[in-house]
């Protein structure tokens, strides 16, 4: 029996709604399991912060994926666009952790968007609105402009250090990006090999573009974590207990494209390590979006 719909079978159904539940129980209740035994203060709305987060790096995702990936698609037919709900979808959640943010801290709105954290949110918001409209116009490249907008506002958001914040800021830019990349469009180029029924050429063109964004990762991550947590924090802090996750994460992702690239090199069917692959990159970022509400390390420990 076959399902109407995107799902097809009831076992496809069944995986995607236990995904979802699985996605709402670590947004809404990590951050106070990462905390447990840590005595650090706790984050007001920490779950509800974690959920719009997530959907704010989703939506970039989804766009920025689908930007590269219809370039590395070449001739043949396309999935549908996802580009434009992805985009409001993040300037609806952008829109709502100002309202969060307001509600939490009991002060206005007008005065929030006077705040350095209000400014930077309602910039990402508008600039994902600005770019749904141009994923919508008859120039969807164009959206990458205020994607570059949204990103710089989110590393800006991130690193309100004042020891030297240009560093780490560019590090959360790059890190950024090159995340969104390798899952958005990992993302569309299995979408599209789907749409085909094979595709080999799309994943091959893919995969050289996935080995300079992996280095990009692994560099600004491995900087970004020498530079925040504390060698004797990692176990002792939320931060440093949910990077390591992260980290087992990435190294499960890792082996999952080296595999997929050692089926392509073979000739093999290389479809199934990576949507394996593009599951665990999923993990990542809900875990990344847990990350960004846990309190930040530096300075706790002497």
């Known amino acids: 029996m076959t399902l109407p719909g995107p799902f097809g079978t009831p076992s496809r159904l069944t995986a995607a709604v236990l995904a979802a539940v699985a996605v709402l129980v670590v947004a809404l209740l990590g951050a106070g399991l990462a905390q447990a035994g840590t005595d650090e203060l706790r984050i007001p709305a920490a779950g509800t912060t974690t959920l719009l987060r997530l959907l704010v790096f989703t939506g970039l995702a989804v766009h920025l994926g689908e930007l590269v990936g219809c370039r590395l698609a070449g001739e043949g037919p396309r999935p549908r666009a996802r580009s434009v709900p992805a985009s409001l979808l993040a300037a609806a959640a952008s829109a ?108 091959v063109r893919y995969a050289r573009m996935a080995a300079w964004v992996y280095a990009a990762l692994a560099v600004t991550g491995t900087a970004t974590t020498l530079r925040k947590l504390p060698l004797d924090a990692v176990l002792g802090t939320a931060y440093g207990r949910v990077l390591l996750v992260k980290l087992v994460l990435f190294g499960g992702a890792s082996l999952l494209a080296l595999a997929a690239r050692g089926r392509m090199l073979s000739g093999g069917d290389a479809q199934a390590p990576a949507r394996v692959e593009v599951s665990v990159l999923a993990a990542i970022v809900v875990v990344s979006a847990l990350l960004t509400v846990v309190p930040d390390p530096h300075g706790i420990v002497p």
């Open 96 to 203: 709502g952790l100002l309202l969060l943010f307001a509600a939490v801290s009991g002060l206005s709105p007008s005065i929030v968007y006077g705040l350095r954290e209000g400014r930077l949110v309602l910039v990402t918001a508008n600039a994902f609105v600005l770019a749904a409209l141009c994923a919508a116009s008859r120039r969807p490249g164009l959206a990458v402009l205020p994607l570059a907008v949204a990103v710089g506002a989110e590393a800006l958001r991130a690193h309100p250090e004042t020891y030297q914040p240009l560093v780490g800021t560019s590090l959360t830019f790059v890190h950024l990006t090159a995340a969104s990349l390798w899952a958005g469009t990992l993302l569309y180029v299995l979408r599209t090999m789907r749409l085909r029924g094979g595709g080999r050429e799309v994943l």
